[in-house]
């Protein structure tokens, strides 16, 4: 079955870095993603990752992916006020088309 | 802006109406997704749409349909609408490769 989990809330120091999880339960996965939404606004793609790669940096933005365990996960570096935002992780499997099964999200809140 | 352009941004309307959600996907995107995201039960996909066909079924309640336009914006038709059906509803458009989806700034509903 396809279920992703999410812790629901972070709480982090401005300037500290973030790290938000993610598991996922189908091993069919064939790309990882990770979605940022703003009050009021829709989800924005922050970045995704293959299924063969462990790692993958962009900017502040490290994710990383532990096959095995069907773990994944989003580091922001040097985390902002304006990071504040809800989280979403999302799998899609090689047999669903490019359908996306999203987390419940994790709400991240960075205090200055 | 995303690309991705949904209509109306609000919508408040009585139990046992009709509604007509309306996405024009970002230009060359070939697929478009539907989302429902509410409290309870988070983002649900709900149907899948590439050029102008259905790809993919979710959670979409008989009482829900939606069509993709030879110009490939799509419309989502919600009718017998209950108070359970008060959500945001997202539209998504992808090029059809597994790169991740563009959102639209969503739809609100409101069933009173």
């Known amino acids: 079955g396809e279920d992703v989990e999410q812790s629901l809330f972070l709480s982090v120091r401005e300037g500290d870095s973030s790290v938000i999880n993610c598991t996922y339960t189908?091993?069919?996965?064939?790309?990882l993603y990770w979605y940022k939404q703003e009050p009021g606004a829709g989800l924005q793609l922050l970045t995704y990752i293959f299924s063969n790669m462990d790692m993958k940096q962009d900017q502040r933005l490290t994710v990383l992916l532990n096959k095995k365990d069907k773990h994944l996960s989003l580091r922001i570096a040097d985390t902002q006020t304006g990071d504040s935002a809800i989280y979403f992780c999302?799998?899609?499997?090689?047999?669903?088309?490019?359908?996306?099964?999203f987390g419940g999200g994790t709400r991240l809140m960075v205090k200055p | 802006d995303s690309g991705v352009t949904q209509t109306p941004k609000h919508l408040i309307t009585a139990t046992g109406q009709r509604v007509t959600l309306r996405c024009s996907p970002r230009s060359g995107d070939l697929s478009v997704y539907w989302y429902q995201q509410s409290l309870d039960q988070g983002l649900q996909f709900l149907i899948q749409?590439?050029?102008?066909?259905?790809?993919a079924k979710g959670n979409i309640l008989e009482r829900f349909s939606a069509q993709q336009f030879p110009d490939l914006h799509s419309e989502l038709n919600l009718s017998s609408l209950e108070l359970g059906d008060s959500a945001l509803y997202f539209c998504?458009?992808?090029?059809?490769?597994?790169?991740?989806?563009?959102f639209g700034s969503g739809t609100r509903l409101t069933v009173v």
């Open positions: 189908d091993s069919s996965s064939t790309y």
């Open positions: 999302a799998e899609s499997m090689s047999n669903a088309g490019n359908m996306l099964t």
């Open positions: 998504a458009s992808s090029p059809g490769r597994r790169t991740g989806y563009t």
């Open positions: 749409y590439y050029n102008g066909e259905e790809r």
